[in-house]
């Protein structure tokens, strides 16, 4: 299952009862990565949520106001969102 990108990965790995058997064995190297898979679809929702109110907070706070609509103005107002942020993360609601 060398697919980077593949949409039928869990039902190909439910099908081959052997690589199933390995990734619900800690000793094996594919319980790892089935872990992190889980953990990564976990928290996926939670991340949408959060890069939604990020671009929400951008669009409104510092991009609308703009007086000019230059590359050069959206940079700054960029810049600053990406300092602000970095002092005063959007919380992110559950």
């Known amino acids: 299952m060398d697919e980077a990108c593949c949409f ?3 039902q190909r790995l439910m099908e081959d009862k052997e690589k199933w ?3 619900q064995n ?3 190297e594919g319980y790892a ?3 992190g898979m889980m953990a990564g679809l976990a928290c996926f929702a ?3 949520h959060a890069f939604r109110l990020q671009v929400t907070e951008m669009t ?3 991009f609308e106001p703009l007086k000019r609509r230059t590359n050069g103005a959206y940079a700054e107002a960029y810049s600053r969102f990406y300092a602000d942020i970095t002092y005063y993360p959007v ?3 559950a």
């Open 26 to 28: 800690p000793a094996f």
């Open 21 to 23: 058997a390995q990734v």
């Open 33 to 35: 990565i089935y872990q």
């Open 60 to 62: 409104g706070k510092y």
């Open 46 to 48: 939670q991340s949408i």
């Open 8 to 10: 039928h990965t869990f």
């Open 91 to 93: 919380p992110v609601v």
